[in-house]
């Protein structure tokens, strides 16, 4: 059984290490953080503090991009977008790697206190009951501080969180 997370896509993009999992992942990705990806791939923001890192980080941002181009997975894609919370069937990337692109209706529920893409992110993970993959510490505190029941890991313990012992999607529970 495949270990499902909420993340944003550019996440994935900046940590090659989430698609080299020891076991079986599945991420579930909001649509508008797909396009995202546009806007930091064009931009003259930085996305990484070191030149070397944003532009492999760029480049691999571009990868994504083509990837979610290509008629195959745009074809799948599009379905998502049919109807609020409607899921892309899977966009494998590896044997241990699926994608699943989500058309998350933000709403305001969280609105004053997150930003629309922090939004989406709670809201999935609330909905699809998997837990969230950020490497953002201000949004972990966040929903920390306001007591969102949710559950997050960092990035940084990405293998803890796939481990054997962690609970699957299935049994995830608040």
């Not at 692109?101 to 305001?108: K, L, Q, T, Y």
Request: with cysteine; aromatic share 10%.
């Amino acid at each position: 059984m495949s270990r499902r997370f909420v993340i944003e896509a550019v996440m994935i993009a900046i940590y090659g290490q989430l698609l080299l999992p020891k076991r079986p992942v599945e991420y579930r990705i909001p649509y508008t953080t797909v396009m995202e990806l546009y806007d930091m791939k064009d931009s003259t923001d930085p996305v990484m503090p070191e030149s070397d890192d944003d532009a492999h980080v760029k480049n691999k941002i571009g990868e994504m991009i083509s990837y979610f181009e290509d008629p195959f997975n745009k074809k799948k894609l599009e379905r998502a977008l049919m109807a609020p919370w409607r899921e892309s069937p899977p966009l494998p990337i590896n044997e241990n790697v699926t994608l699943v692109i989500v058309n998350a209706a933000e709403s305001m529920q969280y609105g004053e206190l997150f930003d629309p893409i922090e939004t989406e992110v709670i809201l999935m993970s609330l909905r699809l009951q998997c837990p969230i993959l950020t490497d953002q510490i201000e949004f972990q505190d966040k929903v920390v501080q306001n007591a969102i029941p949710a559950q997050m890991f960092d990035i940084d313990d990405f293998e803890y969180a796939v481990e054997d012992g962690m609970l699957s999607s299935d049994e995830y529970t608040d």
